[in-house]
């Protein structure tokens, strides 16, 4: 059995192991989907009343990375956004576990016994019920529920969420309604908007002169919706509106530069009062309008501002009929 060192601890969400017994949910979460908060749910009712804390022990880099895959698919959230996210859902812990080839040739039993019950005193573990784990997949959740009741642990298996139309909530599907700029729907498997998270950068400030200035990101995702125009919201830190959101290069102007820039919605007199240059920023995107359209001739540019005006009020139009803000947007909840 490999000793502790095998499974070295990186826990972003606090300095140290929780000293106390906890109950865990384990897994990739890539993307913190609806089928990840069922299971994040779960943990937290079952840890608080029984006086344990909530854990959420997952794995950097993502296991593809490591495996050997040819292609390892995008991931669909940053590492510090995949922490934030799982803490708004209500976790008091993430624990973070380096993944290696060793950890990947480990025994179920190897790592339940290190990470389970010697690091994190584990007392109850919720898990999807398609859960394996340790080498050769041989950790099934009946393996891990035998060795709970070895090793003084409960386990339980959560059915995996279904939305109605789309299927199944997962992490893969949510890719590929992204990549064919499907965002309605990726919103609803990952119960919010698909979001970028990354930099405002100085931009050729043509939005300006159109007037419709635009926030330019300099993105940090893997996996960018394609080329076309957005309803979203633009997050800064301290609120966020309503943009329309262009994801592209600018064809009308001869760039070949692939760019993603957010126009948010206000009064034409209140524009000027957003300086969001150096501000890390989320862009979170709803629903797409349309997709990426050159325009060309002595009229471009009245025919290209016309046509900003319509994604505009296009934008209000599909962001007035969904939730609030408040309740699809998380990136206030900083790690402790």
Known sequence: MPSSAAFPS????????PQGACAATIGNF??????????????????????????AVTFHPHPSRVLGRAVPPPLLTTRPDRIRLLRAAGIDVVEEVPFS?????????????????????????????????????????????????RLGFTVEAVPPVTVENLGVASSTSIRRFVREGDLAAATRLLGRPYHLHGTVVEGAR???????????????NELVPPAGVYAGYLDWGEGHEPAAISVGDNPTFGDTGFTVEAHVIRPPDALGTLDLY???????????????????????????????????ESTR????????????????????
């Open 101 to 149: 080839p060793e950890l990947a040739a480990s025994s179920p039993e190897a790592f339940v016994r290190t990470v389970l019950v010697e690091r994190l005193a584990v007392r109850h573990v919720v898990v999807g019920a398609d859960f394996v784990f340790g080498a050769g997949r041989a950790g099934t959740v009946e393996v891990l529920a035998g060795l709970g009741n």
């Open 10 to 17: 990186s826990s972003p969400s606090r300095p140290t192991p």
């Open 30 to 55: 890539d993307g913190v989907h609806a089928g990840h908060r069922a299971l994040v749910a779960r943990v937290v009712e079952a840890a608080r009343p029984a006086g344990l804390a909530s854990c």
């Open 206 to 220: 043509r939005g300006r002169q159109l007037g419709f200035p635009t926030a330019n990101l300099r993105g940090e």
């Open 317 to 336: 139009r599909v962001l007035s009929r969904g939730a609030p803000p408040e309740s699809i947007l998380h990136f206030g909840v900083a790690p402790t």
């Open 278 to 312: 150096g501000r890390e920023c989320h862009l979170a995107f709803v629903e797409r309008l349309r997709g990426q359209e050159r325009y060309s001739g002595p009229e471009a540019l009245v025919r290209l501002t016309a046509q900003i005006g319509r994604d505009v």
